[in-house]
C-alpha cells in the first residue's frame, strides 16, 4: 500500500493587484508553515505599497464567518528595483472543523483605471476592455485586471456569476485602440473556455504591473 507523505513543499508566485486578495488558504487536513515570502516592485519608477494580514475565519457551528484580521505588515513601501521580505522564517496556518487560515495581500499603486466595459470570447479567449479614462497602456505592456463580474452559463446548467481574474494573474496587451495617452480601449488574451459564454456585469479595475509576490511553504499532513 503506497504511503502519502507527510510533507510537501510548494511555491506560489503572483502578480499583486490593486485591492485585495486572498494568496493562500491552508487546505483541509493540513498544517501550513510558510516560511519565506517577499514583494518585489517590478515597475519603472514607481513606488507602490504593501499590506499583508493573517486572516483567521472561524468554521466552528454558531460563529461561521466570525474573521480575525492580523496585519504582519502595513503599506510598507517598496522602491525601484527593489523588494520587500515579509516573512523569513516561520508563520504557521491552521485548518481543522474549527478555524480556517488564510492569507491576504493588500496592494496600492499609481495607473489604477477604473473598467467601464468588457467583452470576453470565449472561442479565442480575446477579452476587450473599455475604460472610464485613458489607461495609459502601450502593447506589449504587461497589466493586472480585478474585480470584474461576469455571469456564464456553468456546467451544472445554470447561469452563475464569477470574479475575475481567480486566481490573479498578469496579462499581455495585444492592441490598443487608438494612441497611447488617450485611448480607452485594449485587447488581451485571457485563455479560451470552450462552450461557456460569458457576459460582463460589472466592477473591475485595470493597472500596469507594480508588483510581484512569492512565497515558500511547507504542507505538514495532520490527518
Known amino acids: 500500500m503506497a504511503v502519502a507523505p507527510l510533507n510537501k513543499f510548494i511555491t506560489i508566485a503572483v502578480p499583486v493587484a490593486p485591492g485585495e486578495q486572498t494568496v493562500y488558504t491552508a487546505p483541509t ?6 516560511l519565506y515570502a517577499s514583494v518585489a516592485n517590478v515597475g519603472v519608477n514607481t513606488y507602490p505599497t504593501v499590506t ?3 486572516r483567521r475565519k472561524s468554521t466552528a457551528s454558531g460563529t461561521s464567518g466570525n474573521t480575525r484580521s492580523i496585519r504582519i505588515i502595513k503599506e510598507a513601501e517598496i522602491p525601484p528595483n527593489d523588494s520587500l521580505v515579509i516573512i523569513d522564517g516561520r ?3 491552521e485548518r481543522s472543523a474549527l478555524i480556517q487560515d488564510s492569507v491576504i495581500i493588500e496592494g496600492a499603486q499609481s495607473g489604477v483605471v477604473a473598467v467601464s466595459t468588457a467583452q470576453y470570447d470565449n472561442t479565442t479567449g480575446v477579452t476587450t476592455i473599455t475604460t472610464s479614462t ?10 493586472t485586471m480585478s474585480g470584474l463580474a461576469f455571469t456564464c452559463n456553468g456546467y451544472s446548467g445554470g447561469f452563475t456569476t464569477s470574479i475575475f481574474p481567480s486566481p490573479q494573474q498578469s496579462f499581455i496587451v495585444d492592441s490598443i485602440d487608438g494612441s497611447v495617452g488617450t485611448s480607452l480601449t485594449f485587447t488581451t ?3 479560451k473556455v470552450d462552450g461557456i459564454p460569458h457576459e460582463y456585469v460589472s466592477g473591475g479595475q485595470v493597472a500596469p504591473l507594480q508588483m510581484e509576490l512569492i512565497m515558500s511553504i511547507l504542507e505538514n499532513s495532520t490527518t
Request: net charge negative; no cysteine; glycine share 12%.
Open 29 to 34: 487536513g493540513v498544517s501550513s508553515i510558510i
Open 91 to 93: 508563520l504557521v496556518l
Open 134 to 143: 485613458p489607461h495609459g497602456f502601450n502593447v506589449n505592456d504587461e497589466v
Open 189 to 191: 488574451n485571457s485563455g
Open 52 to 54: 499583508f494580514t493573517h
